[in-house]
């Protein structure tokens, strides 16, 4: 069966030090990959987009890998502040049909 | 005004009423989305219209009933709902459909008590 899981509901990690989320799935085959961020009672941002062809993505504080032989995606952020606490969405992007969003793990910060 | 807004923001309705939820988007894009969120759940896609015609129905119960007159403004017409309909309702618009890579753009969302 089809399964997109995020490792873990909930992540707790002290300011400055990195956030690793993790994303894997089963049975499908996605062109793409997106990442999402989710504030409490707010629609989810686009944060990165990552393609099949690229290992890796950068985005100031942000980094994502995207292994499709492990079918996995790594969500990076170094430096971490409280103000990264949210909850991270990842989205399997297969072309021409809608995207499959993950439940989302929960990271909170602490100063 | 930019980006996806939606209203209202709160909604309280009994199972009897019959309510509309309103998107629009300024950005000029082709595709519009509805999803709803529950609470431990992934987003659940609901309805997908690329150039003003619905593309995509995910088994949505009748309860539920979109319109999309233009490409700006997407609406859901809630009719006879029950308690479980009770989530965040959110719109989301993005370039178009096709290729894939195209990311999604999200309004604030409206959230639903079905009292």
């Known amino acids: 069966s089809q399964k997109i899981e995020q490792n873990s509901e909930a992540l707790n990690i002290q300011e400055g030090k990195t956030a690793t989320l993790t994303c894997n799935y089963t049975n499908y085959s996605p062109a793409y990959l997106q990442w999402y961020r989710q504030d409490p009672g707010r629609g989810p941002v686009f944060l990165l987009l990552i393609r099949e062809n690229e290992k890796e993505k950068r985005k100031e504080r942000l980094k994502v890998t995207f292994d499709t032989t492990l079918k996995q995606s790594l969500f990076h952020i170094t430096a971490s502040q409280p103000a990264d606490s949210a909850t991270y969405l990842c989205a399997l992007d297969q072309a021409g049909t809608a995207l499959i969003f993950g439940k989302g793990t929960t990271l909170s910060v602490s100063s | ?115």
């Open chain 2, 1 to 115: 005004e930019t980006g996806v807004t939606q209203t209202p923001r709160h909604l309280v309705m009994g199972m009897t009423n019959k309510k509309s939820l309103k998107c629009e988007q300024h950005l000029g894009h082709n595709a519009m989305y509805w999803y709803k969120q529950s609470a431990k759940k992934p987003l659940e896609l609901m309805f997908v219209y690329n150039f003003k015609e619905q593309t995509e129905n995910n088994s949505v119960p009748s309860r539920f009933s979109p319109e999309c007159p233009n490409s700006s403004h997407l609406f859901l017409h809630l009719h006879t709902l029950q308690p479980e309909d009770s989530a965040l309702y959110l719109c989301a618009s993005s370039q178009d459909r096709s290729g894939g890579g195209n990311e999604q753009f999200f309004g604030p969302g409206t959230r639903l008590t079905v009292l």
